[in-house]
Nanobody
Framework: QVHLVESGGGSVQAGGSLRLSCTAF????????MGWFRQAPGKEREGVAT???????NYADSVKGRFTISQDNGRNTLYLQMNSLKPEDTAMYYC???????????????????????WGQGTQVTVSS
């Protein structure tokens, strides 16, 4: 059973930075996708960024150029570096993961949240103006 634990959320003023971490426990296999999603009050969960086992990344248009997703395979940890934060980035941020069926497969599209089988408990990010 895969267990994902996020950390690093908090409160910051607009223009500031935060780094989120997600450690994966019990995760095995070499074909995978991991990503960050967020959900603001009253809104649907949306994809922020994904990265697959080949290191291929995808970003939501709203965060391109400001957020960077990365992974440390040796520590089974996923990161999200968030710079130039805006009030509209305020949300609960979730780490998610799924196994991929084939070698060199790409991540599911971020809107296909149901394709991600494992989810963390979330970490709150609040950006004040």
């Amino acid at each position: 059973q895969v267990h994902l634990v996020e950390s690093g959320g908090g409160s910051v003023q607009a223009g500031g930075s935060l780094r989120l971490s997600c450690t994966a426990f019990g995760y095995t296999g070499s074909n995978y996708c991991m990503g960050w999603f967020r959900q603001a009050p009253g809104k649907e969960r949306e994809g922020v960024a994904t990265i697959d086992s080949d290191g291929i990344t995808n970003y939501a248009d709203s965060v391109k150029g400001r957020f960077t997703i990365s992974q440390d395979n040796g520590r089974n940890t996923l990161y999200l570096q968030m710079n130039s934060l805006k009030p509209e980035d305020t949300a609960m941020y979730y780490c998610a993961a799924t196994y991929l069926r084939y070698l060199h497969s790409r991540c599911p599209a971020m809107e296909r949240t149901y394709d991600y089988n494992y989810w963390g408990q979330g970490t709150q990010v609040t950006v004040s103006s």
